[in-house]
């Protein structure tokens, strides 16, 4: 099976996600894509990967980012595969109007490789969380996250950064 190649944007590592227009910050949720969801997120609504056949492939667990008290709007997705030693990020899109210059929010795509990081750490994994990225991609993961590039294309989260991720993100309440 070919590895999708991730070209997701680290725009800001924000502490949740920040609207571009006012400054201000929103609280996040991060919870499983409902079936139901699947209605909205189409190619033909500016999603560009087919979320459905994802959706049902059963290794994979599908998350869904939303704002709190605003669950019926995502954010963003992130679909992983709970490997023997790491958890592998298969998939991460954030919402069409998360993309680009006229972005609604910053911090999408950094809230989500965190939730990778807890749950690697959830899985007793140490943090440790693996992508494929596209090569004109390797070295702004490099600055952005911190991750390293382990060959080809394969970037490599480690506990340290994992820790920071997590700890930036998913604070104590």
């Known amino acids: 099976m ?23 910050s929103f609280q996040t949720e ?31 667990e599908i998350y869904k980012l939303t704002i709190v008290n605003n669950p019926d709007i995502i954010q963003g997705l992130l679909s992983v595969t709970i490997e023997s030693d790491h958890i592998y990020m298969d998939l991460l899109e954030s919402a069409p109007f998360n993309i680009g210059k006229e972005k609604l929010y910053e ?6 490789v965190a939730y990778a990081c807890k749950t690697s750490f959830q899985k007793g994994y140490e943090g440790f969380v693996v992508f494929t990225a596209k090569s004109r991609l390797i070295k702004h993961y490099e600055e952005t996250l911190g991750a390293y590039h382990f060959k080809n294309q394969r970037m490599i989260i480690d506990t340290e950064l994992a820790k920071f991720l997590m700890t930036k993100y998913f604070k104590t309440r």
């Open 2 to 24: 070919k590895k999708i190649e991730q070209g997701f944007i680290i725009d800001r590592l924000t502490d949740s996600i920040l609207n571009t227009i006012s400054g201000d």
């Open 107 to 112: 911090g999408v795509a950094g809230n989500l």
């Open 30 to 60: 991060i919870s499983t894509l409902k079936k139901s969801d699947l209605k909205n997120i189409l190619k033909k609504n500016g999603w560009n990967f087919d979320w459905k056949t994802e959706f049902n492939d059963l290794k994979k």
